[in-house]
């Protein structure tokens, strides 16, 4: 892990702001500009004033990820015990407490949350179910059953579309139902691009029920064994995907008009990863699923129509 040179490198960048506040939402958009690309290119379509509290949401995510990946890693190597991580998850709560009472410590993440906190109404609920999913990665345990995973997305990647929810703005209440779908169609995205990757780390995201629905064993898996009733396994979670993605369009019209076009692009971008993934026949296994610069870019004027002609 080089979190600590990432950090020091983002907050060289971020210097020099106009104020302390200008400053730490820099550090904030280092922090989305250095680790996620394809999430960074969706929220240059926002309008300026949105953009700042995404990048505080971005970084706050980033930081408790980071965390916890940390805390695994140690806790592996036997430096420290579960005790010391719920001891460094507690802390985290605690700092997340106080800056709900508007005491940020100068630290640049807070500093941004709470300006953030100012102008959106998050409740502190969404932030702290968060850790709580993140949290569910350190002493892993496979999914049972569709609905335990839907929980675990719930908590690590729909409350993240609860929070910019808040920031976007919407007409209807009803979008909050499809900013959650379309996390839940992220999430189960990423799992589908990492199955490999999460295999060499000894975990698997995916249902054992569903491993046992078309017949594929959990030590074939563990194996990377490929085979029609992999692929079979495989074409069902990427359809389940897609449902949510198609809730999640739904939902969009529902939004502010200034924030349609960033949410299509990442959405879009998003689920074209599970294309990716049929292209590859399926071969998540020792090629990882991804769109290029362009390929992400290519899909702009489409989906900037499409917003634009929406009510």
């Given at each position: 892990?080089?979190?600590?040179?990432?950090?020091?490198?983002?907050?060289?960048?971020?210097?020099?702001?106009?104020t302390p506040l200008d400053s730490a939402y820099r550090y904030c958009r280092e922090i989305a500009k250095h680790h996620a690309k394809t999430f960074y290119l969706a929220t240059?379509?926002?309008?300026?004033?949105?953009?700042?509290?995404?990048?505080?949401?971005?970084?706050?995510?980033?930081?408790?990820?980071?965390?916890?990946?940390?805390?695994?890693?140690?806790?592996?190597a036997g430096h420290i015990t579960r005790t010391d991580i719920n001891r460094m998850l507690e802390e985290w709560m605690e700092k997340l407490q106080?800056?709900?009472?508007?005491?940020?410590?100068?630290?640049?993440?807070?500093?941004?949350?709470?300006?953030?906190?100012?102008?959106?109404?998050?409740?502190?609920?969404?932030?702290?179910?968060?850790?709580?999913?993140?949290?569910?990665?350190?002493?892993f345990n496979p999914f049972q059953t569709f609905d335990e995973l839907y929980v675990y997305c719930y908590k690590v990647a729909s409350v993240v579309g609860l929070m910019t929810s808040e920031i976007f703005g919407y007409s209807d209440r009803r979008a909050l139902q499809h900013a959650i779908d379309l996390g839940i169609a992220m999430q189960l995205?990423?799992?589908?691009?990492?199955?490999?990757?999460?295999?060499?780390?000894?975990?698997?995201?995916?249902?054992?029920e569903d491993l046992e629905r078309f017949g594929y064993s959990?030590?074939?898996?563990?194996?990377?064994?490929?085979?029609e009733r992999f692929k079979k396994l495989m074409q069902f979670q990427i359809e389940r995907a897609r449902n949510y993605y198609l809730s999640a369009d739904e939902g969009i019209p529902m939004?502010?008009?200034?924030?349609?076009?960033?949410?299509?692009?990442?959405?879009?971008?998003y689920g074209n990863i599970l294309n990716a993934i049929e292209e590859?026949?399926?071969?998540?296994?020792?090629?990882?699923?991804?769109?290029?610069?362009?390929?992400?870019?290519?899909?702009?004027?489409?989906?900037?129509?499409?917003?634009?002609?929406?009510?």
């Open positions: 892990m080089h979190h600590d040179n990432d950090r020091e490198t983002i907050a060289i960048k971020a210097a020099g702001g106009s240059l379509f926002l309008p300026k004033p949105q953009q700042k509290p995404i990048f505080a949401i971005y970084a706050l995510l980033r930081t408790v990820d980071d965390l916890v990946d940390n805390a695994q890693d140690q806790l592996e106080n800056c709900y009472q508007g005491k940020h410590g100068g630290d640049p993440i807070m500093m941004a949350w709470h300006d953030t906190l100012l102008r959106c109404n998050i409740p502190i609920e969404l932030p702290l179910e968060l850790i709580e999913g993140v949290a569910m990665d350190i002493e995205t990423n799992i589908l691009r990492d199955v490999g990757e999460d295999i060499d780390r000894g975990r698997i995201y995916i249902p054992l959990r030590e074939e898996f563990m194996q990377k064994t490929m085979n939004l502010e008009k200034r924030s349609r076009f960033a949410v299509a692009v990442s959405s879009v971008n590859n026949g399926y071969d998540v296994f020792t090629k990882r699923a991804y769109r290029s610069f362009i390929q992400k870019i290519s899909t702009i004027p489409h989906v900037w129509l499409k917003t634009r002609n929406t009510q």
